[in-house]
């Protein structure tokens, strides 16, 4: 599809002003694979027609905010113990 062409790259994201702030706040690996991982699922989105436009920078870079706090906000995510309780 020509709307994976106009997908931001990893790189892009990572450079930006947004991505160098997300760097900073939660650490370059977790960033970078969660841009990966979201990208990844924008290209499958679009070749299999569930997305119609390819999402703009400010559109993964937003989305990648919102998967970052998630990820390591103590409430988004589901962790077991050495007890093997399901906090």
Known sequence: SAELKNLPS???????????RL??????GITATLTRRL???????????????APTLQQVLDTLEHSLVREVSPDG???????GILL
């Open 39 to 53: 990208l990844d699922r924008c290209r499958n989105a679009l070749r299999a027609g569930d997305l119609s436009a």
């Open 23 to 28: 760097i900073a706040e939660f650490g370059h």
């Open 77 to 83: 995510r589901r962790a077991i113990n050495a007890t």
């Open 10 to 20: 990893v790189s892009r994201c990572l450079e930006s002003e947004v991505g160098k």
